[in-house]
């Protein structure tokens, strides 16, 4: 069974930084595109960030220059290192790997780490 564990949330001041961490489990995925996502109160999800398996990076526009992916195939892991926290990057934060091009859609999601960030 695949699983996508997220950590690393919590509570800071705006301003601060967070390090979220993702790790698979049950296949790897250095060979698939691994992303961030994000989901606010009321909101839809969007996307934060995602990296390619040859670590070639992209990211929203709200969250450039602030907000920095990255892998560790030998760990299957992906993390997002968060810097210059805002109020408005308050958000449930959630992995995803194995983009599916033919489906248009993320084969595997976890399920999800809390992210707030206080005035």
């Known amino acids: 069974q695949v699983q996508l564990v997220e950590s690393g949330g919590g509570l800071v001041q705006a301003g601060g930084s967070l390090r979220l961490s993702c790790t698979a489990a049950?296949?790897?995925?250095?060979?698939?595109?691994m992303g961030w996502f994000r989901q606010a109160p009321g909101k839809e999800r969007d996307f934060a960030a995602i990296i390619a398996p040859n670590g070639a990076t992209n990211y929203a526009d709200s969250v450039k220059g602030r907000f920095f992916i990255s892998r560790d195939n030998a760990k299957n892991t992906v993390f997002l290192q968060m810097n210059s926290l805002k109020p408005e990057d308050t958000a449930v934060y959630y992995c995803?790997?194995?983009?599916?091009?033919?489906?248009?859609?993320?084969?595997?999601w976890g399920r999800g780490t809390q992210v707030t960030v206080s005035s």
């Open positions: 049950g296949r790897t995925f250095s060979n698939s595109i």
């Open positions: 995803a790997a194995d983009w599916d091009a033919r489906r248009g859609q993320y084969n595997y």
